[in-house]
C-alpha cells in the first residue's frame, strides 16, 4: 500500500509561488509531482486565510472523530449507568417489601 506524502507548509507555499511567477498549473504540477486538485485545494485554504493555512497537520479530522465517538459513548454509558441505578433501587425496594411481608406471616 502506497503511503501519503505531507507536504510542509513552506513547499506549499512555494508551489503557490510558481504559479504567481506566469507558469502553468500543468508545469507546476508536473515540475513538483503533485495533482492538479491538490494544488487547487492549496490554492482555495490560502486565499480564505493565508495566517492560518496550512497550519495543521492534516489529523484534525481524525481526531474530532475521535472525540465525537468518545462523547457518544460516554453519554451512551451515561444514560446506561442512570438506568441501571434507577432498575437497581427499585428491585431493592421490592426486595424489602417480600422480606416484610414473609415476616408478617
Request: hydrophobic fraction near 30%; charged fraction near 30%.
Amino acid at each position: 500500500m502506497k503511503r501519503r506524502r505531507k507536504f510542509t507548509r513552506e513547499f506549499k507555499i512555494s508551489v503557490l509561488r510558481e504559479l504567481e511567477n506566469n507558469k502553468t498549473v500543468a508545469q507546476v504540477c508536473r515540475e513538483n509531482n503533485i495533482h492538479p486538485t491538490m494544488l487547487s485545494k492549496w490554492k482555495k485554504e490560502y486565499r480564505n486565510n493565508p495566517k492560518t493555512a496550512f497550519s495543521s497537520n492534516g489529523n484534525t479530522n481524525k481526531l474530532n472523530a475521535k472525540l465525537a465517538e468518545s462523547e457518544r459513548i460516554i453519554g451512551q454509558l451515561y444514560a446506561e449507568n442512570t438506568f441501571l441505578k434507577k432498575v437497581l433501587t427499585s428491585l431493592e425496594a421490592k426486595l424489602l417489601e417480600n422480606r416484610r411481608l414473609r415476616g408478617q406471616s
